[in-house]
C-alpha cells in the first residue's frame, strides 16, 4: 500500500514534500517551531546580516509554487540569510500574518519590506535590491 500523505514528523522544508534545489552556501534555514523561529529572528536582528523571512504553509499551493524559486534563489545571494517559517508550525510567532507567502525583508536587523504572493522575478527584484 502506497501512502501518498507527507510525512508528518518532518517539518519545515523536509515537510513540505517537494523536491527543492540543494542550497550550497548554508544561508537557507528552516524554522520547526515557535522556539526555533524566535532564535533564527533574534540572531537576524542582532547580526544586522540582511535576511528574507518566507512565511508559508504545506497546505498553501501558492507556496509551494514558489518555494523552489526561493530555495534556488538563496544560492545566487550568499550574503543573505534566508529563513522558512511554517505557519502551523510556528503558531504563537507567525500570527501576526494574513498571506501566505509572506516575504519579509530584514536590513541591519530592523524589517524594511514586506512582499505578499508570488513571482519569482518580483522575488528575485526584492532580494537583489535589500542584498
Known amino acids: 500500500?502506497?501512502?501518498?500523505?507527507?510525512?508528518?514528523?518532518?517539518?519545515?522544508?523536509?515537510?513540505?514534500?517537494?523536491?527543492?534545489?540543494?542550497?550550497?552556501?548554508a544561508n537557507l534555514k528552516s524554522a520547526i517551531s515557535d522556539d526555533d523561529f524566535t532564535n533564527?529572528?533574534?540572531?537576524?536582528?542582532?547580526?544586522?546580516?540582511?535576511?528574507?523571512?518566507?512565511?508559508?504553509?504545506?497546505?498553501?499551493?501558492?507556496?509551494?509554487?514558489?518555494l523552489p524559486a526561493f530555495c534556488r534563489l538563496s544560492?545566487?545571494?550568499?550574503?543573505?540569510?534566508?529563513?522558512?517559517a511554517d505557519i502551523d508550525e510556528c503558531p504563537e510567532t507567525t500570527q501576526h500574518i494574513r498571506y501566505t507567502p509572506t516575504f519579509q525583508f530584514y536590513r541591519n536587523g530592523e524589517k524594511v519590506d514586506e512582499m505578499y504572493?508570488?513571482?519569482?522575478?518580483?522575488?528575485?527584484d526584492r532580494l537583489w535590491l535589500h542584498s
Open 1 to 25: 500500500m502506497v501512502n501518498n500523505h507527507q510525512d508528518k514528523s518532518k517539518k519545515g522544508l523536509e515537510g513540505t514534500a517537494l523536491d527543492l534545489p540543494i542550497n550550497r552556501h
Open 40 to 66: 533564527l529572528l533574534a540572531h537576524i536582528k542582532s547580526s544586522k546580516t540582511p535576511a528574507v523571512i518566507n512565511y508559508g504553509a504545506s497546505w498553501c499551493r501558492v507556496c509551494s509554487q514558489i
Open 75 to 84: 544560492n545566487n545571494y550568499p550574503k543573505l540569510t534566508f529563513v522558512y
Open 117 to 124: 504572493g508570488t513571482g519569482e522575478e518580483r522575488l528575485h
